[in-house]
């Protein structure tokens, strides 16, 4: 049995064709179909935080939710590890799947290692060299601890190299949450989302969600004094993770008649309402990827990405806050050229994923 462990909301949206091509259910995965068991951890669990994703991307509902929830680093990791343990014991999966860089992807990885299960990493080897990232340590100690590891952009596979991964381990299968995107293009209808949120035509999309950013008040401040100057050139829809809330609204997002804050979207609507974007501001990883192909321009609110491919062959830019005014005014007016698709982010990833996982699991 193949044990997938998600808990956060990129995770659901990286699993789903993966899971989808296990299950014998895509023509490329070819071999048996495997037994396969989905464990949420519950480090998301507000509906629109997770429930949304399993319904709207087909993803069986979990076989068991953990209900971790929230916590610090060390109380949340810990509760993941210890539950996971119990699970793992007891059904004795023969690979556990993990997915992207969040804590549930480091708690699966340490208890599957120290029994002696091995880990399959999806979205290994991303780099930003910022250790103040929770993410960076979680990348690279699930690395180091995994037997497969799925590479969705060509660079990670040298910084793998340079950590000493054996080169064997390393599969370059393309982006997943490349596959889920393309998979759903009819779907995205931003007509329909720009009507039911009173959207005029020309708006900015903007998520923050990076400890970073909003977690220190004064520095969300700072941003929201930002969001406010462009929202002076264009209308900002903003739907709020659930992290930056408190500070995001103490700091006063909302006093202006421009932005316009929605809770969290489901998946469907998130990208209908960027595909319909003049530009997009954000801080997520999954979002420099998404505008990456759907050719928004997409400003990235912070010192550095682990996705520099998004920069080199997408419509990605780094911004300083002070630099977001200018940097929107120019997205605004530029005209957006021809660009390469980063390699194999063609929608094939999970079939790939699911063929080597197939092969490594019979050989
Ligand atoms: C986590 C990941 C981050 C990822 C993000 C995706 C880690 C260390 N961080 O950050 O890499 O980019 O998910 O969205 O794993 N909360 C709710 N409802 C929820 C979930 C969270 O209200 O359903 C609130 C709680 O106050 C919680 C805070 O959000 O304390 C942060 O949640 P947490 O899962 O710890 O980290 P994220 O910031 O969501
Ligand atoms: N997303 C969504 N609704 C939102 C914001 C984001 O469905 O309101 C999707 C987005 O399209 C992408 C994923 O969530 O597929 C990214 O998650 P997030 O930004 O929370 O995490 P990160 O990628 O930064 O780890």
Redesign the pocket.
């Known amino acids: 049995m193949i044990a997938h462990v998600l ?4 995770n659901f949206v990286k699993a789903a064709p993966v899971i989808a091509a296990l299950s014998g259910r895509q023509d490329l995965a070819g071999g048996p179909v495997r037994e396969q068991r989905v464990i949420h951890t519950g ?4 509906e ?3 429930e949304v994703f399993f319904r709207e991307l087909g993803l069986p509902e979990p076989d068991v939710n953990l209900g971790v ?3 610090s ?1 060390a109380s ?1 990791t810990a509760a993941i590890m210890v539950a996971l343990e119990k699970e793992f014991i007891e059904r004795s999966p023969e690979l556990v799947m993990v997915y ?6 480091i708690a699966a990885a340490l208890v599957a290692a120290k029994l002696h299960i091995p880990v399959a990493h999806v979205e290994a080897g991303l780099r930003s060299f910022d250790m103040t990232m ?2 960076e340590v ?1 990348r690279r100690l699930v690395d180091q601890l995994s037997n497969l590891l799925f590479v969705t952009s060509p660079e990670a596979v040298g910084h793998l190299a340079a950590e000493g991964v054996e080169v064997g381990r390393v599969h370059f299968v393309g982006n997943p949450m490349i596959d889920t995107l393309l998979s759903h293009l009819d779907a995205f209808e931003t007509e329909a989302v720009r009507a039911a949120h009173g959207l005029p035509e020309r708006y900015i999309v903007a998520t923050l ?3 970073a950013n909003v977690d220190d008040p004064a520095v969300a401040a700072g941003l929201v004094k930002r969001l406010h100057e462009i929202a002076d050139l264009a209308e900002v829809v903003m739907p709020v ?3 930056g ?1 408190k500070v995001l609204t103490e700091a006063g997002l909302d006093d202006h008649p421009r932005v316009k804050l929605l809770e969290p979207l489901g998946y469907v609507d998130f990208v209908a309402a960027v595909r319909g974007a003049a530009v997009v501001v954000t801080d ?2 999954g979002v420099q990827e998404e505008t990456t192909i759907l050719g928004v321009p997409c400003l990235t609110v912070r010192p550095n990405t682990e996705r520099p491919i998004t920069i080199t062959h997408g419509t990605n830019r780094l911004v300083t806050a002070e630099g977001l005014v200018p940097a929107v005014e120019q997205a605004l007016t530029a005209v957006t050229g021809e660009r390469e698709v980063p390699p194999l982010w063609d929608g094939k990833a999970g079939p790939r994923i699911a063929r080597v996982v197939g092969d490594w699991l019979d050989g």
């Open positions: 808990g956060a909301r990129p480090q998301h669990y507000d629109r935080m997770s929830g929230s916590g680093h949340q992207g860089d969040v804590n549930s992807t929770p993410e979680n969600h990076r400890p993770h659930p992290r809330r997520s990883g």
